[in-house]
């Protein structure tokens, strides 16, 4: 077996990369990924060919590929994959869904991971050292866990020590959308992983162990799970990276109950509370339901929130003829408005944005990973560094404890 393209080049994806898809007609068909290197995004280099396939041609090829590779291969689709990739996938979720899928993945030689590379990293870390996990386009990655590198994670680590004396009083909890190094940050300092679905028994966690939290890399899924839990906006208080001691004083390092990581996600940053009032002139009656990933003001405006999961079956269990406006990614609302026609189902953000990381598993790669399996190729394989994957993992291992 030979392992192609397996190191990746870390390219933290830009704000103007995240609007790169937006558009205003709704149209979001899958073209030829010669006209989709065009949108002004960086891709993965792939052979010529698979840049002028139809779509007719790469869905035969992966219906061919699926079939002859079998049950050797599990195909895990993310939420937020455009509908000509999510129809292939064994099975779907969210992040945290998505995770607990790959640790109970015990027979498949192959994971196909689409999604983007934090989640690809979580699986390989969850599973057998004989599984190869594979991300069909290694420039999937995620803006926000782009936000927190481990250099600067340890210097935050390091300056609160140096206020406090030490960092024993401090939980670290990362947010399941954060690389493997951090990960592991938390599971060597005594910290956990989280996801947008129980981050609040992840604070109950943190606060049994110590005083104070430092959550990253999104402030907005931090800040909202602590004012529900009570927590005032006094005692929170954002680390900038950038600037020297997170730009916080030494009284308000002192004070802190909750650092919140400079980190925000570029999709859901974009719903606002005009959003939510012009739905609800639309229509007094609707509904309106948001991720946790929006911003306080947007989250406080809403009518529900909670986790992409939360959010699905909300919507699936709601009586026939309801409104829902909801505020998270547009693949996830378009597939729900389909699956309920006898809904009212729409997104706030009347712009179309896809997650644009997401967005970049078109097809065409998924195929050249199939059709590199089948030629005795691990292309794209996932593969966590040792030290990091045993530290991640005692951290993600405290996460499904608690999620029970």
């Not at 399941?176 to 940050?185: P, T, Y």
């Not at 390092?253 to 719903?271: D, M, N, P, Y």
């Not at 045993?390 to 291992?397: G, K, V």
Request: with cysteine; aromatic share 8%; charged share 20%.
């Amino acid at each position: 077996m030979t392992t192609a393209f397996t190191k990746q080049t870390t390219i933290p994806i830009t704000e103007l990369e995240q609007s790169a898809f937006c558009q205003t007609d709704g149209n979001l068909r899958t073209k030829t990924l010669e006209e989709e290197f065009k949108a002004g995004v960086r891709w993965q280099k792939v052979p010529t060919r698979y840049l002028k396939l139809t779509p007719e041609e790469i869905r035969e090829g992966i219906r061919f590929a699926r079939k002859e590779i079998g049950e050797k291969a599990v195909l895990l689709g993310h939420h937020y994959q455009r509908d000509d990739v999510i129809q292939y996938a064994d099975f779907t979720g969210d992040s945290y869904k998505l995770s607990k899928m790959a640790a109970q993945t015990t027979d498949a030689k192959w994971i196909i991971f689409c999604g983007v590379h934090f989640m690809a990293e979580t699986a390989d870390i969850l599973t057998s050292s004989d599984q190869n996990v594979l991300l069909p386009n290694m420039a999937a990655g995620c803006s926000m866990a782009d936000m927190a590198n481990s250099s600067d994670v340890t210097d935050c680590w390091d300056d609160i020590g140096s206020i406090l004396g030490d960092t024993k009083t401090v939980v670290p909890i990362t947010y399941m959308n954060s690389a493997a190094a951090i990960k592991a940050h938390c599971g060597k300092n005594g910290g956990l992983v989280c996801t947008s679905s129980n981050a609040d028994k992840a604070f109950d966690w943190a606060f049994e162990r110590g005083e104070k939290i430092l959550f990253l890399p999104d402030q907005h899924l931090g800040r909202n799970t602590a004012l529900a839990k009570g927590i005032g906006p006094d005692e929170m208080f954002v680390w900038n990276p950038f600037l020297p001691m997170g730009g916080l004083s030494k009284q308000e390092i002192e004070h802190a109950k909750i650092f919140l990581w400079q980190g925000h996600c570029s999709v859901h940053t974009r719903f606002t509370v005009d959003q939510i009032q012009a739905a609800r002139e639309r229509n007094s009656e609707t509904t309106i339901i948001v991720h946790p990933e929006c911003t306080q003001e947007v989250v406080g405006s809403a009518d529900l929130y909670g986790s992409t999961e939360f959010i699905l079956e909300t919507i699936s269990q709601a009586p026939s003829g309801t409104s829902w406006g909801i505020g998270t990614e547009i693949n996830m609302v378009r597939r729900l408005a389909s699956q309920n026609p006898d809904k009212d189902i729409f997104c706030l953000d009347p712009v179309v944005c896809p997650c644009a990381t997401m967005y970049r598993i078109h097809p065409a790669y998924l195929l050249w990973v199939l059709e590199g399996i089948m030629a005795g190729l691990a292309i794209n394989r996932i593969e966590v560094e040792p030290e990091t994957q045993r530290n991640a993992r005692i951290a993600l291992e405290r996460m499904l404890e608690i999620a029970g």
